[in-house]
Structures are given as C-alpha cells and as structure tokens.
RNA sequence: GGCCCGUUCGUCUAGUGGUUAGGACAUCAGGUUUUCAUCCUGAAAGCAGGGGUUCGAUUCCCCUACGGGCUACCA
C-alpha cells in the first residue's frame, strides 16, 4: 500500500487580520507538511457572511506572503494582487461549495444522521432561559429530532425557515485522539445536536471543515485548542460518511502576560502590525514558531528550513504559552545584525528621509546603529543628534571629571588640528581614526578619559552615545571640527 | 453551573523513577572600555499544594487549588 500524501492546511475566517497564533498555526501545518515532502494549502472559511471584512482574504495572503508562508495549492494572490485560486480540490472558498456542502447534508439526512429542524429563535432563546434558570445544561431540547417524515415534507414545501442538524447519539462516549494531548473522552449526552446548516443554507463551520478537509484530502488537521471540544461531532461527521479520520492535532493557545487569551485589548494581535513595526519575518517566524515546541532547548536560532527539518507536532507542548516581546526584540535585533547590509539599508534608510544629507552618510549613521537597535524605526529618535547643526550642550558635561576647562580646552584644539589633518580617504575609517586619536594621546601624555569624553561629547553633545572614533568616520572631517569648535565655544 | 484541557525559574523552554533540575530572554553584579551598545564572566530565580505507589518521586496515580478553552443558525 503506497504511503498517503501527507496534506495540511491552514483556513482562516476573513474577518479583518490575521491574528498571530494563527501565524503559528499555519507555520506548524506548513512545516508538517513540507517535512514530509507533501502539501500546504490555504483555504477561506467565509460560511459566515455576516463577519466577513472587505479586502481581508487580500490583508491575509499579503502578510503570509511577506512571512513566507506560501501554500502550493489554494487561495493565493497573484503577481497584481488579485486573489486567485489554485490547484485541482477546489473551489478553496468555502462559500463557494455551498452546494456541495447542502449535498452532504442531505446525505446525512437520509441516513438519519442528521434532521430538519423548524424551531425559531425565539423558541431557542426560551429554552435556554428556561434551562439556565433551573440550573440544567444549557443546550437544544431535541424538539425536531423526531418528527414525522410527512410532516417534515409538508412544513419544508410550505417553506418554512428550517436548519440541518446533526443527530447525534444520546449516550455512550466518544475518544478523540490527538496527537499532542493523546486519548481525550466525551459523554455523547452532554452534547448539543449542533447545527450544520444554517437558515441561509450556509454550513457552520462543522459540515463545511470537515466536508472539504476530506474533500481536499487533508491528512492532517491541526489547528487552536478551541476546537477540541467539538472535535466528537467532527469525527461523528466523519464516521457517518464513512471517511477516514484525519489525524488531529490542538495547538495550545497564545496568552497575554495576564495568562488570559491573547487579545487585542493587550497589545497587537495582528501580524501585520508587526511587520509595519519592522519585526523582520525570520524573527517572527523563528520566535512563534519556538512558542509552545522546542526540538532541543540549547539553541534559539534556526533558519526555516531547520525548523520544517526538526518539527515534531507530537512534542508540541500541552500549556498555553504566553508571548513576551522581550525575546522577539532580541531575536529581532539578533537577524538585523546578521542580514546582508543592502538589505539592512533598505530596511533603514526610509527612516532617514526626513533628513537633507546625503545617502553616503546617512548610511554610515545606519551602520552606527545595526547593533544598537531592536526596529529600524528607532534609527530616527537614535541618531538625531547627528544631523542637526546646532548642538545644545548645556545638559551635558564637557569637562571630564573633576578636570578643568583649560584641561578639556587643550585636549579640543589639539583635537582639531589633529582631525584636519586626516587624509581625506581615511576620514571615514574608524579602525585607523581610533589609531590616529591614540597616537594623538599618547605624544601628549594625557589620559584616555579626560581626552576621549570631551571630544566625544562635542561631537555628539549626548550623555551616551557610540565612541568618537566612529563619530568622526561618521561625519568626516569638516563636520567633526566643526562641532568641536561649537563646543569650544560654550566652554 | 456543566464538560474538557493544562500547571518546571518573571517569561519561553529541556529533562528524568535516583540530575548540583540544563539552556535562552529579561534582571542584577563584575570585566573589557571615555560614556552607550557589543562582547566575556558570574549571580539570583523553578518542578502549584496535599495524599498515595515506590527503597526513592519533579517524573506514575488520586484529590485540591489555580489558569484556560468550549457550552451560537461565530469561526
């Protein structure tokens, strides 16, 4: 018997953004799947058209497109952005397989499996108020389960309002098994004969998962915690249509600092909103995809194919995780400093516009910063200083120490004449600055400190800031002298 | 309320019937150093609690506590 094609997918409601579990999410199903050399597809799960947002399928492929999780098959954006659907298993939008979905049902319906149900909201609402008041499960009263096959004809030709629901056994448990959590049970009696087919003649989202993960030939079906409690109408789905249980897997969920679910009140939630911020998508990648897995616990760093290579869904772990950025900004810094420099400018640079100078030097005022940032966007509050002309030194000591004004006065001039004699082609390299400063130290006998603090506080007029070697090599000769002068002047 | 899941340093985690319970981020202290960043060294910090089982439990079982999920014609 030839091994099954291993397929995963990742199906997402488009109701606005996408959340950042769900990036997990998609991340496991991908890596799942490429690991075993099989498919990763995007399908959209829009039964509900009421929750549907405008342009969200495109906000949703855009960010995955710029997380590099790309599906082989399904809904994907092509070269102009327009939503396109690919491979043979599809329509791969959910509320285009309406029909299918209506087949299904009516499938089920003859083998008694499932049933028309008549009963209004309202009657809906008086039963549960009358349930919550004595204190019983709330839950639908099997008022339709049984009605006569005459009647149910007559009222459906009348065309009275009706759903679909599951008829599900009234005792006896069900196991689910899950890969991460192992053998998990339920009472057949505590649960609902859940709808599958709502009034619309949409499928909720339990006829119409299950029907095109099977349609679609899904293997596996990971996806959030939260559908571990319905998981037993799923498999009754399953086994009523005689289909092969797929293998699932819950995903522990993401928590705020607080431990509660993670949520917009809390901070960001949406993807895109790290990325905006100028999270790089290996850092995001690398640090969710560590969030609730860990193939060995001495190593922080992996590249996304080491990742696919290692994934092992059955050691993922059981708890919650909560998501601190303090990691993330270590990671993100961590991929800043290693990605190749035109990348890094280009990643920069817009953040230095506001600014006249020229290219050259705003790229040696953002290679001063590579290592001293967690986002590019910092670059423009970090490096201010640096490219107004006018200096404020008046929060700042120019002086070291308990040295005197002509001490720092000596210092400054020596300083000048010593920078205006830099060969031009040298005025930019700090490595021979730091040697050239030093030698200027040295011949004059002073000290290290009591030179280099005033110097490199009439440079930048900063408490802290990078040394006044790479100072200078970031602004050349002329500006260099110019400031120490500036300085020399408030002394 | 009912059902289900979970619980190792502050956080992410590794791990085992016998370990000095390991790593990383964050924190703190030193070192390098003119300040900052980097880098190096070190420190503090954890098996939720109570019962079993066992020669021995953080690990296996039960209970409790706490946290979370579900309980829709939402996904």
């Known amino acids: 018997m030839p091994e099954k094609r291993i397929r995963t997918r990742f199906a997402p409601s488009p109701t606005g953004y996408l959340h950042i579990g769900g990036v997990r999410t998609a991340l496991y199903a991908e890596f799942v799947a490429k690991q075993a050399g099989g498919d ?128 599900l056994p009234e005792e006896g448990t069900v196991t689910v098994n899950d890969v991460i959590r192992g053998d998990v049970s339920f009472d057949w009696k505590l649960i609902d004969d859940q709808v599958i087919i709502k009034s619309d003649g949409m499928a909720t989202y339990h006829l119409a998962s299950m029907a095109d993960d099977h349609d679609m030939e899904i293997t596996h079906v990971i996806r959030g915690e939260e559908w571990l409690s319905s998981t037993p109408k799923h498999i009754f789905l399953y086994e009523s249509m005689g289909w092969e249980l797929p293998v699932f897997a819950h995903l522990p969920l993401i928590l705020n600092p607080d431990k509660s679910k993670l949520s917009k009140r809390q901070g960001d939630v949406a993807a895109e909103d790290y990325l905006k911020k100028g999270y790089l998508p290996e850092a995001l990648n690398n640090f969710l995809a560590l969030l609730g897995w860990n193939p060995t616990a001495d190593r922080e760093i992996y590249t996304k194919q080491e990742l696919i290579d290692l994934f092992d869904l059955s050691k993922v772990n059981k708890a919650g995780a909560v998501f601190q950025i303090d990691k993330l900004n270590w990671l993100n810094n961590h991929y800043l400093r290693e990605m190749d420099e035109q990348s890094y400018f280009d990643l920069v640079l817009p953040h230095l516009n506001a600014f006249k100078e020229d290219e050259d030097f705003k790229k040696r005022v953002a290679s001063l910063y590579r290592e001293r940032m967690i986002l590019p966007s910092e670059i423009t509050d970090q490096s201010l200083y640096l490219f107004s002309d006018q200096l404020d030194y008046s929060n700042v000591s120019i002086t070291w120490k308990d040295h005197t004004k002509e001490e720092a006065k000596s210092r400054l001039e020596a300083a000048i004449e010593w920078i205006e004699q830099i060969d031009d082609t040298k005025q930019y390299d700090a490595k021979f600055i730091e040697e050239y400063i030093k030698e200027m130290i040295q011949k004059n006998g002073w000290g290290n400190g009591d030179t280099l603090w005033p110097l490199r506080v009439s440079l930048s007029a900063q408490e802290k800031s990078p040394s006044p070697f790479e100072l200078i090599a970031v602004l050349g000769k002329k500006q260099s002298t110019a400031r120490v002068n500036q300085a020399l002047a408030t002394l």
């Open 40 to 167: 990763f597809l995007l399908r959209i799960e829009d039964t509900d058209q009421s929750r549907y947002v405008e342009g969200a399928v495109e906000s949703l492929c855009s960010v995955m497109k710029q997380l590099g999780i790309e599906p082989v098959e399904g809904v994907w954006l092509d070269d102009t952005d327009k939503i396109i659907q690919k491979g043979d298993h599809g329509p791969y939008i959910q509320s285009e397989r309406k029909h299918i979905h209506q087949e299904y049902a009516k499938k089920l319906i003859e083998m008694d499996k499932a049933y028309y149900c008549f009963c209004t909201a309202e009657r809906l609402d008086e039963v549960r108020k009358m349930q919550e008041l004595t204190k019983r499960p709330t839950g639908y009263d099997g008022h339709c389960r049984n009605l006569d096959a005459d009647e149910v004809k007559k009222r459906l030709e009348a065309g009275e309002q009706h759903v679909v629901r599951l008829k």
